[in-house]
């Protein structure tokens, strides 16, 4: 008995040593300290092949070295999880030069006019700050310009191919290298590490305190898009004050003076619920559009302030993206540098024939599954909700629903990732543009569809009530879920996953305050 006692104890303490040593190295690259600076880390997809390892990162370094010599490259090899990680960064001539071409915008100097605009190389000495070499540049700022400058490297005129023990990676002419080694699991992830100072000073002046949020100082950190949708969030939670002060004045009013006044005075405060109802509506009406307005202007405002109010450019202007995938090299019309070429009648062609009637179908599926629950729904009734012991039943088809949408929308969000990547967009403008399209279609049939179904054509109040409660529920329990079933590297402020974060703009912000 000793002796088993002895074998659970070692294979309990194995258990608790190999979960630690993997809860660690899933977080690994988040707090990673670093003798020099980095302002990117690629890290490797682990091999049991030692040599499939080594060659994989020595044939990434060379390309490297011959696309962008001007990379600070450092290799480690980390025994906690058994793999390689490059870390990268750049001299700030360099730094500069990028900031160019990633048309990042930069004070003026007071005495040369002020003001914001593109940074220009050859006119550096007109900006405030650049003889700064450690704070003209943010930290996402100089990491954006060395994951460009990552980005740039694709393959050149016949090709390139990797020769590793077990397979070969072909690069077709133009193709991103990064971004194909991802797909094919050779790099596991891009990511910026975080800067704990940093981090530590943002939790006391951001998340612990009460007071207004540093909103300057998120941008700094995070980058325009996150910092503008925390803006939205804090503007948003403010002015939410005025409808919810009146709206318990109203409850108190209408709702509870009627319930505890019985008697000849039901009908007179029966009257003060509804004037109580209608005037309670008509403020709300009043008050969203007072508020969106009142947010466009503070959005134009930080957006200038940001310079980020003109930031739109014509597309030849921008550099392809990484995952795009051309058909040979052409020069640009514009910059006449050469870069990858696509067809515009096969995006037509890929839109017509699979994008719109996968889409179709889709949002069609999901209103012929909406009729079902209601259907079942109807026969939950009809033979359960006089039982006692059953009346239960009448529940479940609106809890399948619930769970349902959820569902739905994780699948759908996943196959319009694929959709798009079919499509192949040229820029990230694009690409962002149609996959918020897609989505948003498909959860205003999921979201609204039912409501307008019951409201206009069934008419039934009791149900619309009922099917209203399950879709308020989903979302925000979806929303409080999702962060427990993401990978750790999303808080690692990680490169390689598209998220619809990313997207957050004043447009899309507007749009969910409308519906």
Request: proline fraction near 3%; glycine fraction near 6%.
């Amino acid at each position: 008995m000793a002796t088993l006692h002895n074998k659970f104890g070692a294979i309990i303490q194995d258990g608790i040593v190999e979960g630690q040593r993997f809860a660690l190295s899933s977080d690994l690259w988040r707090y990673a300290s670093t003798s020099t600076h980095c302002d990117l880390l690629i890290t490797m997809k682990f091999s049991d092949d030692d040599v499939e390892n080594k060659t994989s990162v020595m044939w990434l370094v060379q390309q490297m070295r011959e696309h962008e010599p001007n990379l600070r490259i450092e290799v480690r090899y980390h025994r906690l999880n058994s793999c390689y990680a490059i870390y990268l960064t750049a001299d700030y001539k360099s730094l500069l030069k990028g900031a160019e071409l990633c048309h990042i915008k930069k004070a003026i100097k007071s005495k040369f006019g002020g003001g914001m605009r593109d940074f220009s190389f050859e006119e550096a000495q007109f900006f405030a700050g650049v003889e700064g070499k450690n704070t003209f540049l943010s930290p996402m700022e100089r990491t954006i310009i060395v994951k460009q400058m990552v980005d740039m490297m694709r393959a050149g005129k016949g090709g390139l191919s990797l020769k590793l023990p077990r397979r070969t990676i072909t690069f077709t002419e133009g193709i991103a290298i990064v971004p194909r080694l991802i797909s094919m699991n050779v790099v596991q992830n891009v990511s910026a590490l975080h800067n704990t100072e940093y981090l530590k000073h943002l939790q006391q002046k951001w998340v612990a305190s009460l007071g207004e949020q540093p909103i300057d100082q998120v941008k700094d950190y995070f980058g325009t898009e996150i910092a503008m949708y925390f803006a939205w969030l804090g503007h948003m939670t403010t002015a939410l004050w005025f409808p919810s002060l009146l709206g318990i004045l109203m409850w108190f009013l209408g709702g509870f003076k009627y319930k505890n006044n019985p008697g000849d005075k039901q009908d007179l405060y029966q009257l003060i619920s509804d004037i109580c109802f209608v005037l309670f509506a008509f403020f709300n009406c009043i008050w969203s559009t007072i508020y969106l307005e009142w947010w466009k202007r503070v959005q134009a405002e930080l957006a200038f302030k940001w310079g980020t109010y003109d930031a739109t450019q014509d597309s030849y202007l921008q550099d392809p993206r990484p995952a795009f995938a051309g058909d040979y090299l052409a020069p640009n019309p514009v910059s006449g540098r050469m870069e990858p070429f696509y067809p515009a009648w096969k995006h037509t062609v890929v839109r017509y024939v699979i994008t719109y009637p996968i889409t179709c179908l889709c949002v069609v599926g999901m209103f012929v599954a909406m009729l079902a629950i209601f259907t079942v729904q109807d026969l939950a009734d009809f033979y359960f909700a006089e039982s006692f012991f059953f009346h239960w039943i009448c529940y479940l088809p609106m809890i399948v629903y619930a769970l349902m949408i959820v569902i739905s929308d994780k699948i759908y969000r996943r196959l319009a990732l694929i959709l798009n990547d079919w499509e192949n967009y040229r820029t990230d403008d694009e690409y962002e543009d149609f996959l918020i399209t897609k989505i948003v279609l498909f959860q205003f049939v999921t979201a609204f569809g039912s409501l307008f179904y019951i409201a206009f054509v069934l008419r039934d109040m009791k149900r619309l009530q009922e099917c209203f409660a399950p879709k308020s529920a989903a979302v925000p329990l979806s929303a409080i879920a999702s962060p427990f079933f993401r990978d750790g590297s999303l808080h690692g402020r990680d490169f390689t996953t598209r998220g619809l974060e990313k997207s957050v703009t004043s447009a899309t912000l507007t749009l969910s305050i409308a519906l």
